[in-house]
């Protein structure tokens, strides 16, 4: 969508001449950082057009984070109070206007980790004869873990792929 399109032009436009290809590429995350003789970078981000207290991640999204706990970033757009009109006709927005936006959490798949434990152990030692969880689950990461700016985390990833 329109949040996610203008946030990876931002990165793209930050990341110029640093050799670091940017993919829209959807499964566990929105998208994936590369560069030769690095491991692969994952972003996901959350648009919120309504003032919600948590962004929801999907259990692939979680399992991703966790896996990939040094090289998984989310970043939170704080839509609430921008004009729905401007992003149904893809109006442009800089980053100078978007900045104040955007909030990120850079150690989410360090924060989950006991948590995604957790979870596993639920699915994996439960059996035929037990009363068991099952199907799909929402995990809620609450406004307070989003700490850093977008410039924080270009600089994250400037670092990481030097």
């Known amino acids: 969508g329109y949040v996610e399109r203008n946030i990876q032009k931002f990165i793209v436009d930050s990341l110029q001449g640093a050799g670091i290809t940017v ?5 566990g995350q929105d998208l994936i950082l590369k560069k030769d003789g690095h491991k692969d970078y994952f972003i996901e981000i959350k648009s919120r057009w309504e003032n919600k207290a948590s962004a929801i991640m999907s259990p692939l ?35 100078d206007e978007m900045d104040p936006l955007l909030k990120t959490c850079s150690n989410i798949g360090h924060l989950e980790e006991d948590l995604e434990k957790r979870v596993s152990n639920v699915f994996d030692n439960s059996t035929e004869e037990d009363i068991r969880i099952q199907g799909a689950y929402e995990v809620l990461v609450p406004q307070k873990y ?3 700016s977008f410039p924080d985390l ?3 990833l400037k670092d990481y792929f030097k």
């Open 61 to 95: 999204q979680f399992k991703n984070a966790v896996a990939n706990p040094d090289r998984y970033s989310v970043i939170s757009a704080q839509m609430w109070n921008f004009d729905k009109k401007r992003a149904k006709n893809d109006s442009p927005i800089t980053l």
């Open 23 to 27: 993919d829209n590429v959807q499964g």
């Open 154 to 156: 270009i600089a994250l």
């Open 146 to 148: 989003f700490n850093n």
